[in-house]
């Protein structure tokens, strides 16, 4: 008995060690492999856009696409006769989120504040719709999906997501308000959306948007005792939503030693850290993955890193690894580059939203947090994912092309 409750604390104690480790060498190779790329960068500086974020990004997509065609090509035969079902639907997504990025990297940022409350009230509208009988689509158990006549089924947290942090930075950019009253109405827009996500039984999507406001807030400068209250009121928000529903709490407790629970609750977990064990230093191979044989469920979303851990072994985590890091450091350094208060706003709070978002991925198959729904930015198979990232990384690069002398 002893032996088995050292191992249910001992073992997550090891998978975080080991992740940081992975992230401490990821980011000591990235700094060398930065640096190189500084000099070659400025043989592209006449683009006057952060070309850095740009071939990241697009290195990112190429990647997913390759990825999503390895990952999902067993389960796209048997289901649709077609090995790269996905693959295609994932392209027709790009191809629309690529039009949607240069419409964001053209619009000028006037435009985009008269327009953003607007939006954000129609995206908490949306979240709200998806239980209107007709609208609504159910997946794994959950609602979450909105249908509205001819177009595809979307989710709408993704959008609502993006507007989110749009309307944060343009709320915290106005010089007429003080910090208080800032605070006060991002308070009521941040609970009118985690509501809604609550009632679509999206706890993740709920915490992913308090971990955005809290970041957001900690830019803007909010008082530290105000910030611990808003800290410790997320915490204790969170844990309560846990404890009253069982299933919440079983897949947290899961996390101490899924192997108690091998054939049930744990079996997500297992699977995940078998396919990037099995993968070694340098994977099985590009499209050799064993898991995606049904053994783990969601290969083409949620757990698509850990194929690539299984095909490209520790040697490829540690390639996306350094490449979030980049996305990391260049939004960074446009946030504090930018002197416009509300394109500095805006620049750390797309950052914010896509790294948050890779890292609780990264954390949730590797078994450090339990599992949730989040998908990998720009790689795992998801058009209203995929979208929104690609609109990010347009509104970045057009804020990065700001410090060249043009105008968002």
Known sequence: MKKMLKSCFFLPVVRVLICIKIMKNAAMISNAVYKRWQKMDKKFENYNIDNVLFITSLVFILAGLIMIYSSSAVMAIENYKDSAYFFKRQLLWLFIGVILGLLFFKLNKEKLKKIIFPLIVLGILMLFAVHIPGFGRKANGAIRWLKIGPLPAFQPYEIVKLLYVIYLAYLFSKSNQTVNSKIIMATIITLLIIVALIKQRDLGGAVIISILFLCMAFVLGVNLFYFFILFIFGIASTIYFILIEPYR??????????????????????????????????????FQSQQKFYYLPEVHTDYIFSIIGEELGTFGCILILIGFYFILQRGVFISISVKDAFLKYLAAGLTFMIIVQAIINIFVVTGILPPKGTTLPFISFGGSALITNIIAVGILLSISRDLHGDKL
């Open 249 to 286: 709490l079983k897949r947290l407790l899961i996390i101490l030693n899924p192997w108690q629970d091998y054939y049930g609750s744990g079996w997500q977990i297992i699977q995940s850290l078998i396919a990037i064990g099995s993968g070694g230093l340098f994977g099985n191979g590009l």
